[in-house]
């Protein structure tokens, strides 16, 4: 089973209408890989500007609220993500479920909204630096999987990031054995929850301080099937180096 790569930027509370130029130059440079999926994850009100600015490419919301619609001041459902054009969304990610205490059954709950919009999910995982120095990394990361991911769905529209917390923002990185070992983990953890079929078919993203020059190692680590970039995703000369590492593997 061939996984095309899949390189997503998540620019987090990041990006103005300026910034489009940035997402057109990125989606311009990316059609130069027809090997890799490239998607752009803006804050949601730039969502609408940047599928007129590029228009065919793959942009996504950050994050989205578990019911379609209701009484949720400030929040933005699924249906209205896919509304304002986009494909996928994010769920999960650790600076929401540490700083707005969102679970696993909250993130299971937005993912299945999620797919049942229509949209394509990447669901965040990943332990805080404590759980990985005590040796308890991989047993805390299958549980978030066992926790959040949803009871039935497509497996080509379900990606995993996982993403080390200790390694987000912070230049740190893992060994290239230990993101291997940790993928391998997730997707025998698929593999039962969900089936072997989809657990082949499932793309497993690196996250965590990736850059042109990390990329290719990491990328070309076992399970590793792409990357979800945070800082490094706001210019085309940052991002645009990592597509290139993800297409020359
Ligand atoms: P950095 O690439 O800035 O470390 O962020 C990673 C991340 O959180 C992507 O979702």
């Known amino acids: ?3 095309r790569k899949y390189v997503v930027g998540n620019w987090k509370m990041n990006g103005l209408i300026a910034a489009l130029d940035e997402a057109k130059a990125i989606f311009a440079a990316a059609e130069a890989h027809s090997s890799v999926d ?8 730039l969502i609408g500007a940047m599928v007129a600015a590029a228009p065919g490419a793959a942009v996504g919301g ?24 986009a494909s996928l969304v994010i769920v999960g990610h650790s600076e929401r479920r540490e700083g707005f205490d ?4 909250d993130v299971r709950a937005k993912a299945e909204a999620a797919l ?5 999910v990447i669901l965040c995982v990943g332990e805080p630096r404590a759980v ?24 080509a529209r379900l990606a995993i990031a996982y993403e080390p917390i200790w390694a987000i923002g912070t230049g740190l990185v893992p060994t290239v054995a230990d993101v291997a ?6 997707r025998a953890k698929l593999g039962e929850q969900a089936g072997s079929d989809a657990a082949r078919v499932m793309r497993i993203l690196y996250g965590g301080s990736v850059n042109g020059e990390n990329a290719a190692e990491l990328l070309g680590a076992g399970d590793v099937d792409g990357a979800l970039v945070g800082g490094a995703s706001l210019t ?6 990592i597509v290139e590492a993800a297409a020359s593997l």
């Not at 969102?102 to 059954?105: G, K, L, R, Y």
């Not at 049942?116 to 394509?120: E, I």
């Not at 085309?236 to 180096?241: L, S, T, V, W």
């Open 1 to 3: 089973m061939t996984r």
């Open 38 to 45: 490239v998607a752009l994850c803006p804050p949601f009100t």
């Open 62 to 85: 950050q994050d989205c609220h578990a019911s379609a619609s209701g009484a949720f001041t400030g929040s933005v459902a699924a249906p209205m993500l896919a509304d304002a054009g």
């Open 102 to 105: 969102e679970s696993d059954a």
């Open 116 to 120: 049942a919009a229509g949209l394509s």
């Open 132 to 155: 990985r120095e005590s040796g308890g990394a991989i047993a805390y990361v299958l549980a978030q999987v066992a926790g959040s991911l949803p009871g039935d769905f497509d497996p």
């Open 181 to 186: 070992d940790m993928h391998g983990a997730i």
């Open 236 to 241: 085309a000369a940052k991002f645009a180096p």
